[in-house]
Nanobody, 115 residues
Framework: QVQLVESGGGLVQAGGSLGLSCAAS????????MGWYRQPPGKQRELVAT???????VYADSVKGRFTISRDNAKNTVYLQMNSLHAEDTAVYYC?????????WGQGTQVTVSS
């Protein structure tokens, strides 16, 4: 019933920028946290950034100062603006949302940064 759909992935040169978005649809309600994770090739999924209701944020050290997370709570949508991209940012990016004890995941979108 609940679906998260990412958009905005693609290929970009090192130093460039990309913006990702993810909209939650269906019966989801009372979302506590929305955020972004990524899985680089050959590695485990890792936290990129999260935003709590009210605006508090957490960023991975590797992206702090380069990426910005934002939310539109009324639309259950989360965004990730990625600037100054490095080749090491290449990964499949997943959005997620937590509602009570339930966690929802998007299907993932590929971000490839060429050096």
């Amino acid at each position: 019933q609940v679906q998260l759909v990412e958009s905005g992935g693609g290929l970009v040169q090192a130093g460039g920028s990309l913006g990702l978005s993810c909209a939650a649809s269906g019966s989801i309600r009372s979302i506590n946290v929305m955020g972004w994770y990524r899985q680089p090739p050959g590695k485990q999924r890792e936290l990129v950034a999260t935003m709590f209701n009210g605006g508090d944020t957490v960023y991975a050290d590797s992206v702090k100062g380069r990426f910005t997370i934002s939310r539109d709570n009324a639309k259950n949508t989360v965004y990730l603006q990625m600037n100054s991209l490095h080749a090491e940012d290449t990964a499949v990016y997943y959005c997620n949302a937590a509602s009570g004890v339930l966690i929802y995941w998007g299907q993932g979108t590929q971000v490839t940064v060429s050096s």
